[in-house]
């Protein structure tokens, strides 16, 4: 037979061609030539000296993470397709894994990608998640780590505290050098604190191949309906009851290992536009994430504005705190007083008018709250005075007199802004009776 | 293949070392049962209650996860493909193992050393590599066997008297370089020597290489040897068998990074391996056009010959999942259906699907002879269906699974939401498992049956009428 003759029948061609020559071809092929091209091109790369070298600590979680199994759910790479660059963040570039051995990028997700997770939680937010992620979030079908805790997750063992070492190096050498870059920018954000502002450019993402962008900037506002709020409730269930608790009482499950705890959102009457912002940037200094970025997150401005609308609706729930049973009755001069006494002890902070803004304020992480836009009630106002909030720079003013802290309490109130919520949502046609409804149980439940 | 050689295969009994592949067998269908129930049922159990043994840390998800597919790869595959080698070479090359002291040891040597693996996965010592995630000294250790392996196997082929080759040496000469080779590259390279992407390079290569250079090329070598031999008939074309083998070992190797598409890999290398990846159509349609062609008017068959079925049940899922690869490898497809379930779905079909089922074929051919006893009927029936509609379950649920969770991530959906949303599927994914794991326990029991059942050998009908 002819291929007899040509060899391809023979034992050694076959070994040697088949065996060794296609092999190694692919090999030099595919594998050493991106291999080289890639080296070729990070050759004086200057982008690379941002890539940090990691901690024996942070070498160690980056063991435990593969131990674990870790990449087999998480990717580390972020695509120029599909959701991945609005989802996860600006799209991986070959020198961000230098000094990787071996690679983790993963070939699946069943949970987020996590190449740029330290830009979305903090450490405290992480050791509740791995100590038990369904006290985050209760459909996640994580793994729940508690070997990695002695009993709680405010007590991470050495392999929880190496793991979350490691995963806070996840996407810091990027920010390093976009920021350096001038394509990452620090933006103080009035109420929220100080903000990585994007890489979007006229509400536009900077990646290649992607052009069907989501407006987050420019989204319309949808209108306060009645499945709004079903929306919303849906969910602040799934994502916010954890922390803020199903009552907005910032009792959730997760809350006590937070620092800062998580805000009693019942306390306070919101601007649905307030709430709006502070799910869209999170708040910086605490586990409050970005819920268009964070990579777990990703709701769109209408689910935003959903759960902005819920969150109002909580208020009803609110209740009296236990240091403030007997308040001295509210008079127009004791709200004069608090004017200047708030001018005195809080305005640095706050700003004149309570709205996040003092000479202070881009200084402190977590920034001062926009008193304006959060209107909290004067009792909950005093209870704060009093005790200070943990892990801000918000200290105890219980040694100024009982009389001038319910004065104060008395004057945050008087610095709400007008809500003008209601009027534009009342404006869509065919609504109004409902929201007034709404507005009214909302009210009769207040007092 | 002549006529007179396909009887001749059928004949030589005592060429082989019949209790050596008869033991190689009972650890590949050990590791096909520990896998399944240790590995991927549990696994698939936590998918819908998290918790389930959630505190003991050798037992969750992740570490478990590798214990599934090492073990799918290096446990049942090698197992059975060594058994399937003792049992063919022997047959092709008219001589008798060179040393079957070398090869027992291996068998033990081997199967202690996927047992370590197992163990020092659920441990957490893992070396990170997608594929190869045992330990770095037990892959040294394992370059052991596959030195053992290519001993006997090349010694085989050496003192042979035989001038032509037939088509499934081809595939098993290969194998034996390619496995070897892979091997070393993947346990060396990615982890220790290419840095941050280009490990993800040699990564890609390696894990397809595993698939298309080991899984693939055993199998079709058993399809190429035992198809002729259960049909007494010669394979269709031998220009087929040529073209489908060496379009093989060319595109095969150049697939892998398509594990990898919009990485950071170099976007000329994805195109290349979309390209390579298409050529696989030829690759497939070419060897299977020549099984089909076999069979052709002995369709008939299937009805009475169990073994028959698992095989040609192997090919068609074969057809299906090289039909898939190519067409899911094409960019356009990548952003919808990379990361999910789909991809799980297609690398069942691969593995359990096409590889495995050929596999049973083996061994549903080969017990009855090497046992001399038959195996039992009702037994046999109902494992190969249980078996194959828990797999066509499986596969579909993970594909539509695989496209949900795509598009609810292509729209803008919170992460959670898809979550939510696959939970009935991943049910339904771990039922479909139980009924596959019932049909290969019950292939377990119908071994031990047959082998247990006091017959004399010698005269037994059913040993007279396979040799017939």
């Keep these: 037979m002819d291929a007899h003759k040509l060899g391809i029948e023979r034992a050694v061609f076959i070994m040697l061609v088949a065996g060794i020559g296609f092999?190694?071809?692919?090999?030099?092929?595919?594998?050493?030539?991106?291999?080289?091209?890639?080296?070729?091109?990070?050759?004086?790369h200057k982008k690379t000296q941002h890539v940090p070298l990691l901690t024996p600590l942070q070498l160690k979680g980056r063991q435990i993470y593969i131990a674990n199994g870790c990449y087999y759910c998480h990717s580390q790479f972020v695509r120029p397709v599909a959701d991945d660059p609005l989802r996860f963040g600006a799209v991986s570039k070959a020198w961000e894994y230098k000094h990787q051995y071996p690679n983790l990028l993963s070939t699946r997700r069943k949970g987020p990608d996590l190449t740029r997770e330290s830009l979305d939680h903090p450490a405290d937010w992480e050791y509740v998640h791995l100590y038990d992620p369904?006290?985050?979030?209760p459909w996640s079908i994580m793994p729940a780590y508690h070997w990695m805790f002695d009993g709680s997750p405010g007590k991470p063992n050495k392999q929880g505290r190496a793991l979350v070492a490691y995963l806070g190096t996840l996407g810091q050498a990027r920010k390093r050098e976009?920021?350096?870059?001038?394509?990452?920018?620090?933006?103080?954000?009035?109420?929220?604190?100080?903000?990585?502002?994007?890489?979007?450019?006229g509400g536009r993402l900077m990646s290649p191949g992607y052009d069907h962008v989501v407006y987050f900037h420019k989204a319309p506002r949808i209108a306060d309906t009645r499945s709004a709020r079903a929306r919303g409730k849906h969910l602040y269930a799934m994502d916010c009851a954890s922390c803020h608790g199903a009552t907005g009482n910032g009792r959730g499950v997760a809350a006590q290992y937070l620092t800062p705890r998580p805000v009693r959102l019942n306390a306070f009457r919101f601007r649905a536009s307030f709430v709006y912002k502070v799910l869209y940037y999170g708040r910086p200094g605490s586990a409050m994430p970005s819920w268009v970025r964070a990579a777990d997150a990703f709701l769109t401005p209408r689910d935003l504005w959903s759960v902005a609308y819920y969150v109002q609706?909580?208020?009803?729930?609110?209740?009296?705190?236990?240091?403030?049973?007997?308040?001295?009755?509210?008079?127009?001069?004791?709200?004069?007083?608090?004017?200047?006494?708030?001018?005195?002890?809080?305005?640095?902070?706050?700003?004149?008018?309570g709205e996040g803004n003092g000479v202070l304020a881009t200084a402190l992480t977590p920034a001062p709250v926009d008193l304006a836009m959060m209107n909290p009630s004067a009792r909950w106002v005093y209870h704060t005075i009093n005790h200070g909030r943990t892990g801000t720079a918000m200290p105890s003013f219980s040694t100024l007199p009982r009389k001038v802290r319910w004065a104060i309490s008395y004057f945050v109130e008087t610095l709400a802004k007008k809500p003008k919520d209601i009027q534009s949502a009342a404006a869509a046609p065919g609504k109004t009776v409902r929201i007034a409804r709404l507005t009214a149980a909302q009210s009769s439940a207040h007092n | 293949?002549?006529?007179?050689?396909?009887?001749?295969?059928?004949?030589?009994?005592?060429?082989?070392?019949?209790?050596?592949?008869?033991?190689?067998?009972?650890?590949?269908?050990?590791?096909?049962?520990?896998l399944i129930v240790g590995g991927g049922l549990l696994v698939a159990i936590k998918f819908t209650w998290p918790n389930f043994l959630g505190n003991i840390p050798e037992l969750t998800w992740g570490r478990l996860r590798f214990v599934h597919t090492q073990t799918v790869a290096y446990g049942w595959f090698v197992d059975i493909f060594l058994a399937a080698?003792?049992?063919?070479?022997?047959?092709?090359?008219?001589?008798?193992?060179a040393s079957p002291t070398l090869a027992w040891f291996n068998f033990y040597f081997y199967n202690t050393m996927v047992a370590m693996g197992v163990f020092q996965l659920m441990e957490g010592h893992n070396l990170g590599v997608v594929w190869m995630e045992y330990p770095s000294f037990i892959n040294i250790l394992m370059l052991i066997s596959y030195?053992?392996?290519?001993?006997?196997?090349?010694?085989?082929?050496?003192?042979?008297?035989?001038?032509?080759?037939?088509v499934s040496s081809w595939y098993m000469m290969s194998f034996v370089i390619w496995a070897t080779l892979n091997w070393i590259m993947g346990g060396l390279v990615p982890a220790y020597i290419a840095p941050g992407i280009a490990s993800a390079v040699v990564g890609g290569l390696f894990i397809h290489d595993l698939v298309g250079l080991v899984v693939t090329p055993l199998a079709t070598a058993m399809i190429y040897y035992f198809l002729p031999v259960m049909l007494?008939?010669?394979?269709?074309?031998?220009?087929?068998?040529?073209?489908?083998?060496?379009?093989?070992?060319?595109?095969?190797?150049?697939?892998?990074?398509?594990?990898?598409?919009?990485?950071?890999?170099?976007?000329?290398?994805?195109?290349?391996?979309?390209?390579?990846?298409?050529?696989?159509?030829?690759?497939?349609?070419?060897?299977?056009?020549?099984?089909?062609?076999?069979?052709?008017?002995?369709?008939?068959?299937?009805?009475?010959?169990?073994?028959?079925?698992?095989?040609?049940?192997?090919?068609?899922?074969?057809?299906?999942?090289?039909?898939?690869?190519?067409?899911?490898?094409?960019?356009?497809?990548?952003?919808?259906?990379h990361f999910t379930d789909w991809v799980i779905g297609h690398s069942h079909m691969a593995l359990l699907g096409f590889g495995t089922f050929v596999a049973m074929g083996f061994i549903h051919y080969a017990w009855p002879r090497l046992t001399g006893n038959e195996l039992n009927k009702s037994l046999s029936e109902w494992s190969f269906w249980l078996a194959f509609v828990g797999c066509a379950w499986m596969f579909i649920d993970l594909w539509i699974a695989g496209l949900l969770e795509g598009y609810y991530w292509g729209y803008g959906k919170p992460w959670m939401d898809s979550i939510v949303r696959l939970q009935p599927y991943w049910l339904s994914r771990t039922l479909s498992g139980v009924m596959v794991l019932t049909g290969f326990i019950l292939v377990a029991i119908n071994l031990i049956v047959t082998a247990r059942a006091k017959q004399p050998a010698t005269d037994s009908p059913a040993v007279l009428a396979g040799a017939r």
């Design chain 2, 232 to 337: 007494r008939r010669p394979i269709y074309s031998h220009s087929l068998s040529l073209m489908g083998f060496w379009s093989l070992a060319f595109f095969y190797p150049l697939v892998g990074i398509h594990h990898y598409y919009y990485s950071p890999i170099p976007m000329w290398a994805q195109y290349i391996a979309q390209g390579t990846s298409f050529m696989l159509f030829f690759t497939v349609y070419t060897v299977l056009y020549n099984v089909y062609k076999t069979m052709k008017g002995r369709w008939g068959d299937l009805a009475d010959n169990i073994a028959l079925r698992w095989l040609i049940g192997g090919t068609v899922f074969y057809l299906m999942v090289c039909t898939q690869g190519p067409l899911q490898a094409l960019l356009v497809e990548q952003p919808l259906i």
């Design chain 1, 313 to 353: 609706t909580l208020h009803r729930h609110a209740t009296v705190p236990p240091t403030a049973h007997a308040p001295i009755a509210k008079t127009a001069a004791l709200v004069k007083l608090g004017g200047a006494q708030f001018a005195t002890n809080c305005a640095t902070c706050h700003g004149p008018k």
């Design chain 1, 178 to 201: 976009m920021l350096a870059k001038g394509t990452l920018k620090k933006v103080f954000v009035q109420g929220i604190g100080t903000v990585l502002h994007y890489p979007y450019k």
């Design chain 2, 1 to 34: 293949m002549k006529r007179s050689e396909t009887q001749e295969l059928v004949a030589g009994e005592s060429l082989i070392e019949p209790r050596l592949i008869k033991a190689h067998i009972a650890a590949a269908v050990f590791w096909l049962i520990y």
């Design chain 1, 23 to 44: 092999f190694l071809l692919a090999f030099i092929g595919l594998g050493l030539t991106p291999w080289f091209n890639i080296n070729h091109e990070l050759k004086g």
């Design chain 1, 134 to 137: 369904r006290m985050i979030a």
């Design chain 2, 147 to 166: 030195a053992a392996l290519a001993y006997n196997f090349f010694a085989s082929y050496l003192r042979s008297q035989e001038r032509n080759l037939y």
């Design chain 2, 85 to 97: 080698i003792y049992y063919m070479v022997p047959r092709l090359t008219r001589v008798k193992l």
